[in-house]
């Protein structure tokens, strides 16, 4: 008997599976050009202001901040909504400012580590045109955040928190975190100039140096 994996394949057979070969690279490259480039160009032109603070501030991303890296090019963010003592609040009610929006949890030990630098951050450089934004992402047990904030002195930033997790989630599908603490830079229209994983020393020279050249006009 012969075996069917000796019998050799016909020349219109062999084309045959060459073209289904190259029929399916055609429609992975084609959904990868939609995921990726597709969506890169869509967002050109659409953040003219921080495209262009973007690129100023590249070279401010060192010594204790040379972790973050700039998004190119800049592009708007989901609006979701957290919690405030002041009630519902949401990333586009920030519009307006710059914002180094933190995200953070009791249990993680490099967040607890740098919430004082963030605090005096806020403390030296907050007002009208820039924000600390420093949301807490713990979902358990949540009546111990402010008692840990206040065991820590944190004073100067605002208390958001999100239980729920939903600024997690939103910003995941985006591809910006995968873990905590998670810092990114908005600009005034909203839109992700820079991102970094992991925490940082932001009371330091380079963050006040950082901000400095952000909210040059």
Known sequence: MTDPARVPLSRRTRVSIVALGLLIAVSVLGVLYERVGVRGNATQGLCPESAAISQRLAPFYRGDIAAMRPVDPPRPLPNFGFGSSEGTKSLGDFRGQMVLFNLWATWCVP????????????????????????????????????????????????????????????????????????????????????????????????????VRAALEK
């Open 111 to 210: 967040c607890r580590e740098e919430m004082p630098a963030l605090d005096r951050l806020q403390a030296a450089k907050g007002g009208k045109d820039f924000s600390v934004l420093a949301l807490n992402m713990d979902t358990r047990n949540t009546e111990r955040v402010p008692q840990w904030l206040n065991e820590n002195g944190i004073k100067a930033l605002a208390r958001y928190a999100d239980p729920e997790g939903k600024a997690f989630q939103a910003l995941r599908k985006e591809g910006l975190v995968t873990g905590l603490p998670t810092t990114l830079l908005i600009g005034r229209d909203g839109c992700l100039i820079g991102a970094m994983a992991g925490p940082a020393k932001w009371d330091g020279a380079e963050a006040f140096e950082l």
